[in-house]
C-alpha cells in the first residue's frame, strides 16, 4: 500500500498544491491562461511526439483496442443521456451535457501524467491513442446534439466545417498524427532536438496538474446536487469497469495498454464540459459540481484501482 501512495501522492499531491496556490494568492482565473497555452499547444504536444514517434508501427494500428475504448466511453454517454432524457420529458441540451459529464474524462489533464507514473513510457501510445479519437467524438457529439436541440445557431455545413476544424487543429491530435508519421517513416530526430522535447515532455504533466488544482480553487461550489452521486458513480466506477470488461471481450491485448485505458476511464469529468456548458448555456453550475465532486471522489478511486491493479489483484484480461 505504500507503493500506492507513494504513486499516487505526488499526482494528487500536484492538484492540491495548484489548489492551495491559488486559494492562498487569489490569483484570477484569467492568470492562467499562458500557462495553459504552454500545456496545451507545447508541453503536452512534445509529450506525445517524442513518445508515439519511438513506438514500433504495429502497435500504432490497434485499431480493435481503440474501438473498445470508445465504445465504452460512448456507452457511458448514451446510458446517461437516455435516462436524462426520460426525466426531463426529452430534453436533449441538458441531457448532452449530462453524459458527457459521465463520459469525458479529465484525460488530456490528468491523463498523461497518472498513466506514465503507474505503467511507464509503455503507456504513452494507448493514452496517445485514446485521447485522440475520443476528443473527436466529443468534438462532434457536443455540437451535433445542440443542434437537435435547436441550441446550436450555426447552419450545418457550418457546423460539419468547424467540427472539422477543431478535430483536425487540435494540438494533441496534430502531435499524435505526427508521431504516427514519424514512426512510419522511421524519422530520427536530431539530438538536441530530442533533448528538447524531452525537457518539455517533463514539464506536462505538473505544469497540467497545477493548473488543475487552480482552476478547482477557483470555481466555488454552492451546493453539491443530489444527482452527483449517480454521475460521479458512473464516472468513477462503471465507466473503468465498463473499459475493462470491453476491451477483455475484444481481444488479447498488452496488459499496459488495457490498464492504461482502464485508467483513464477511471478519471474525473473534464475541465471542458464546464466549458462545453458555458458555452451554451445549459446545466452551468451543475457541470462545474461535477467536475469539482468528481476529482475529489477521484483520490480515492483513483487510489484503489491502482492499488488493485498494481497489486495483481485484478487479471488483465477476463475472458482469457
Not at 292 to 312: C, E, M, N, W, Y
Amino acid at each position: 500500500m505504500s507503493a500506492i501512495f507513494g504513486l499516487v501522492l505526488p499526482f494528487f499531491g500536484l492538484i492540491f498544491i495548484g489548489f492551495a496556490a491559488a486559494r492562498l494568492t487569489r490569483q484570477p482565473l484569467e492568470a492562467l491562461g499562458w500557462m495553459n497555452t504552454f500545456i496545451i499547444y507545447v508541453a503536452l504536444p512534445a509529450l506525445f511526439v517524442q513518445l508515439v514517434s519511438k513506438t514500433p508501427v504495429e502497435k500504432l494500428t490497434e485499431f480493435s483496442f481503440i474501438f473498445g475504448s470508445v465504445f465504452a466511453t460512448y456507452l457511458m454517454f448514451a446510458l446517461v443521456f437516455v435516462v436524462s432524457a426520460l426525466m426531463t420529458g426529452g430534453e436533449i441540451a441538458q441531457s448532452t451535457i449530462r453524459g458527457l459529464a459521465a463520459a469525458y474524462g479529465n484525460i488530456g489533464y490528468m491523463g498523461p501524467g497518472i498513466a506514465l507514473l503507474a505503467f511507464g513510457e509503455e503507456a504513452a501510445v494507448p493514452v496517445a491513442l485514446i485521447f485522440s479519437f475520443e476528443n473527436i467524438m466529443h468534438f462532434a457529439i457536443a455540437p451535433m446534439m445542440m443542434a437537435l436541440s435547436g441550441g446550436e445557431k450555426r447552419s450545418p455545413l457550418r457546423l460539419a466545417l468547424d467540427v472539422g476544424r477543431r478535430i483536425a487543429l487540435h494540438p494533441f491530435i496534430l502531435a499524435t498524427l505526427v508521431g504516427v508519421m514519424m514512426a512510419f517513416l522511421h524519422v530520427q530526430l536530431p539530438q538536441a532536438v530530442d533533448r528538447l522535447l524531452e525537457t518539455l515532455a517533463r514539464a506536462a504533466a505538473p505544469c497540467a496538474l497545477f493548473a488543475m488544482g487552480v482552476t478547482l480553487a477557483l470555481r466555488p461550489l454552492k451546493r453539491i446536487p443530489d444527482e452527483m452521486a449517480a454521475l460521479a458513480a458512473v464516472k468513477l466506477i462503471l465507466h473503468p469497469l465498463t473499459a475493462w470488461v470491453v476491451l477483455s471481450w475484444i481481444g488479447n491485448f498488452d496488459p499496459v495498454w488495457v490498464w492504461s485505458a482502464v485508467l483513464l476511464a477511471s478519471l474525473p469529468t473534464a475541465t471542458n464540459v464546464f466549458v462545453i456548458a458555458q458555452q451554451y448555456h445549459v446545466w452551468v453550475e451543475r457541470a462545474s459540481a461535477s467536475v469539482l465532486v468528481t476529482t475529489v471522489l477521484s483520490v480515492f478511486s483513483v487510489t484503489a484501482l491502482l492499488f488493485l491493479i498494481k497489486g495483481g489483484y485484478l487479471p488483465p484480461d477476463l475472458f482469457p
